[in-house]
């Protein structure tokens, strides 16, 4: 009779994305991994092949945690382009090592940041056909300008130089989007 498998791809994968949730990709190696899960290398490399198998697995866990996120933050915001915008901003101060890889990694393989941003949900296409709905003549230029200014504000978080409350925010969002639209 075969032995059961104790350490599973979902255990392995999920202690990694948890790991990586804490302390970012670069931290997440095979040793510290079989450390976390309480075993040896070895099932790590029965279930995959190398690390960077296992890292593009962790990356697309944190594609849909982010547009999980999305989803499911909570907005009252009509105005397009802000219920994104506080989601983003949230999600780089609540979310950091996850964020880090997603917004600000060299390596994203084939996937854009527009493409990574609308994701499945079509967050961005949902916010540029609200712009049109709302009478703006170039909601693609609008998005590229809020889109900078938004990232720009999640970086800011990530540095420790964002202060502002989440309607001091909101009021900064809506006169961007004014002064764009």
Not at 42 to 60: C, D, T
Not at 93 to 101: A, D, G, P, V, Y
Not at 132 to 157: E, R, T, Y
Request: aromatic residues 12%; contains cysteine; proline residues 2%.
């Amino acid at each position: 009779m075969a032995r059961k498998e104790q350490i599973t791809k979902e255990m392995i994968l999920n202690t990694a994305f948890d790991l990586t949730r804490k302390e970012g990709i670069d931290n997440v190696t095979a040793r510290k991994l079989a450390a976390e899960i309480g075993c040896s290398t070895q099932p790590i490399f029965r279930v995959y092949a190398n690390m960077n198998e296992l890292y593009s697995e962790i990356y697309q866990k944190a594609i849909d945690a982010f547009g999980e996120y999305y989803e499911n933050f909570e907005s009252k915001m009509d105005t397009p382009f802000i219920h994104l915008g506080l989601a983003y901003i949230n999600y780089a101060k609540e979310e950091r090592k996850l964020f880090q890889l997603l917004f600000q990694s060299d390596d994203r393989g084939d996937i854009s940041l527009y493409e990574l941003l609308n994701g499945q949900v079509g967050a961005v296409s949902k916010e540029i056909s609200k712009a049109a709905a709302a009478g703006c003549k170039n909601p693609s230029g609008l998005f590229m300008k809020m889109w900078i200014f938004i990232h720009g504000c999640a970086c800011m978080v990530l540095t420790g130089d964002y202060d502002l409350t989440e309607e001091e925010t909101i009021d900064l969002l809506q006169d961007m989007y004014k002064s764009c639209s």
